[in-house]
């Protein structure tokens, strides 16, 4: 079975400052991550993935994240944040080992930036 | 390209009535997924389409629920007798055929049951 946690809901930092939002991973072979936004009343958008090689993977929006198989690890980093980045962040992982297509979600965690 | 698009975008309905919905996918992606999201939740996965074949089915997804894919394009998805515990958010979303591929998300229908 492959699993994700996010285990903060709410993140708050201070426009300008480098932000991180946290996601740990649980599959049995070798994983497929994503990140995803949402914003109010939209969809989700996907912002970035890892799927072999360098382990920092850097994606829309000036977002990048770094890969760490002995943590089980997927964090979510930007060097400076913005008030307009202010949403609900997914973490999302894939087990391609299974055979399946099946995409697990994490619950989410709020991004509040403030100005 | 214009994305992922679905409707209706908001539903009422009274319990025990019956509601589809809509989904059209980007025209060149041939996989498309339902997933559905309740507050504080992240997306979860309800079915999947290959072209016209859906391949996998969540438990989640009872018996009550069915989704087609007639022509390998637009899908819908139908809840018969509603209950108000499927209140949620029901969303689409397409992508190439890879496995390593993202997905692309429409809007989401808001389902509201009374």
């Known amino acids: 079975a492959q699993s994700v946690a996010q285990p903060e809901d709410q993140v708050n930092v201070a426009e300008g400052n480098p932000l991180t939002v946290k996601c740990t991973y649980s599959?049995?072979?070798?994983?497929?991550l994503f990140w995803y936004v949402q914003y109010p009343n939209r969809g989700l958008q996907f912002l970035l993935k890892?799927?072999?090689?360098?382990?920092l993977v850097k994606g829309s929006y000036g977002f990048e994240a770094e890969f760490n198989k002995s943590q089980t690890s997927f964090h979510l980093k930007k060097p400076s944040a913005l008030v307009s980045d202010s949403a609900l962040y997914f973490c999302a992982v894939r087990d391609p080992s299974g055979g399946y297509q099946k995409v697990t979600f994490g619950t989410g965690t709020k991004l509040q930036v403030i100005p | 390209d214009t994305g992922v698009s679905q409707n209706p975008r908001h539903k009422i309905t009274k319990r025990g009535q019956n509601v589809t919905f809509r989904c059209d996918p980007i025209s060149e992606h041939n996989r498309l997924y339902w997933y559905r999201q309740t507050l504080g939740q992240g997306p979860e996965f309800l079915t999947y389409?290959?072209?016209?074949?859906?391949?996998?089915k969540s438990r989640l997804l009872s018996d009550r629920f069915s989704a087609e894919r007639p022509k390998g394009s637009f899908s819908t998805l139908e809840i018969q007798r509603t209950e108000q515990g499927d209140s949620a958010m029901y969303l689409c979303a397409s992508s190439l055929r890879a496995a390593t591929t993202e997905q692309y998300f429409g809007p989401g229908t808001r389902l509201t049951v009374t």
């Open positions: 389409f290959q072209n016209e074949a859906q391949l996998e």
């Open positions: 599959v049995s072979g070798n994983p497929y």
């Open positions: 890892y799927i072999t090689g360098d382990n």
